[in-house]
Structure formats: structure tokens, C-alpha cells
């Protein structure tokens, strides 16, 4: 018997995140939503599109599943707030792994994450909730991943590093092993990081090692 899934959101990862539990998962699009001032049509991909506000009264808990499909606004703060809003909404929210995923049956995950193809997720790691792996990554072994973090592709995440919630990892960036990454970071496209990271950080591409810029240049990401 399939499941029902409400999809919040209604970009290009909505639109994904639709194609993709319904053709590998047994989740049955049952409708998406969005908040009152952005649910403008009736419909979205075929299927109702609703105000947040009214989903529960029209697809209750009780007998829905919720994905949010929101990218990294904001350092992912944008998803994180409609997260918890669902959770406390009473909803539970589905995870999607790509079965051309390589994730070992030991990895921990939490809920509303989203891995997709040619990942590779080594045993001993622990991914967060409502995390974003898109394709081609590499996570080393007894890695840490925080919650509300959105990884792009082809990053390499060696053995042992430990990454806090509403990190930012930008495409083919490469994480050195044993390092420590805190919450907030934005890690750039092509940046090669050797030394840990605290907290807010914004690192650019610059040659073999990344350096930090100030924190004001998160404005607007």
C-alpha cells in the first residue's frame, strides 16, 4: 500500500523531489504546498497546491507524510524554519536516498534528507536532519554532519570531520580529514580547507588553502 506526500514547495527541488519518490520510493504525491502568499494556482505538477496554513485541515497528519523541498536560502535557514513548522504541525517527514546512492547500512540519518545519485557515504557516518546531499559527494567514515546543511556535488568530505548545522559546502570543495566545521559556515565552490572552521566563517577558493573573509559577506547568501 503506497504512502501519501505533501511536497512544500514548488521550485526546481520541489519539482525534483516529486520525480524522485515517485519513481523510487512508495510514496504516492498526494499534493505540495506553500505559504498563503505564494499558493497563486490551483495546482502544481497536477496535483492541488494549498496554503501551508490550511494543509493540516486538508491532509491531516494523521494520514500524510511532508517533505520540504526548499534549497539554501539563507544558510538553510529558510528550510530549517519550515522544518520545524511542519514538525510542529505533527507532521512526520520523509527521507529520499537514490537507490544509485552508496550509503552502508550503518550510517545514521535523520528526517526530511535528501541524497541523491553517485554519493558515496562510508560506514560510522551520522547525517543530521532535513540535510541536502546532492549528486557525486563523497563522505568519509565517522564523519558528523549537522542538521539544516546543504551539500552540493562532487565535494570531498574526508574521515573524521565534524560539521555543525547550516553549513553551506560549495561544489568540489574538499575537506581535509579530523576537521571541525561550526555552525553557519559557508565553505565556497573549489575551496580546498585544511584548518578548522568556526563558527559564521565564509571561506573563497583561493590556490591550495582557503582563508577566511568576515562574517558580513554572508549577507544575502
Not at 523510487?24 to 496554503?51: N, S, W
Not at 514538525?87 to 546512492?101: C, F, M, Q, R
Request: hydrophobic share 40%.
Amino acid at each position: 500500500m503506497s504512502k501519501k506526500l505533501v511536497i512544500f514547495g514548488i521550485g526546481d527541488i520541489g519539482e525534483l523531489a516529486a520525480y524522485l519518490f515517485g519513481l523510487h520510493t512508495d510514496y504516492e504525491i498526494a499534493a505540495f504546498c506553500v505559504d498563503k502568499e505564494y499558493a497563486k494556482e490551483p495546482e502544481f505538477m497536477g496535483k492541488p497546491l494549498v496554503a501551508f496554513e490550511d494543509v493540516p485541515a486538508k491532509f491531516p497528519p494523521s494520514e500524510y507524510a511532508m517533505f520540504v523541498a526548499i534549497g539554501y536560502s539563507k544558510i538553510n535557514k529558510v528550510r530549517e524554519e519550515k522544518y520545524l513548522a511542519a514538525k510542529a504541525a505533527g507532521y512526520t517527514l520523509a527521507t529520499y536516498i537514490s537507490p544509485h546512492a552508496t550509503v552502508f547500512e550503518n550510517v545514521e540519518l535523520g528526517d526530511n534528507c535528501f541524497i541523491f545519485e553517485d554519493n558515496t557515504v562510508q560506514p560510522f557516518v551520522k547525517i543530521g536532519s532535513n540535510t541536502i546531499l546532492w549528486s557525486g559527494n563523497h563522505v568519509g567514515h565517522h564523519t558528523t554532519i549537522g542538521n539544516h546543511c546543504f551539500i552540493t556535488s562532487h565535494t570531498v568530505i574526508s574521515g573524521r570531520c565534524d560539521i555543525g548545522n547550516n553549513v553551506f559546502i560549495g561544489v568540489n570543495a574538499t575537506l581535509r580529514d579530523h576537521l571541525k566545521i561550526g555552525n553557519h559556515c559557508v565553505i565556497g565552490a573549489g575551496t580546498v580547507l585544511l584548518k578548522d572552521a568556526e563558527e559564521s566563517q565564509v571561506f573563497i577558493a583561493q590556490s591550495t588553502e582557503a582563508s577566511p573573509v568576515p562574517s558580513h559577506r554572508l549577507r544575502g547568501i
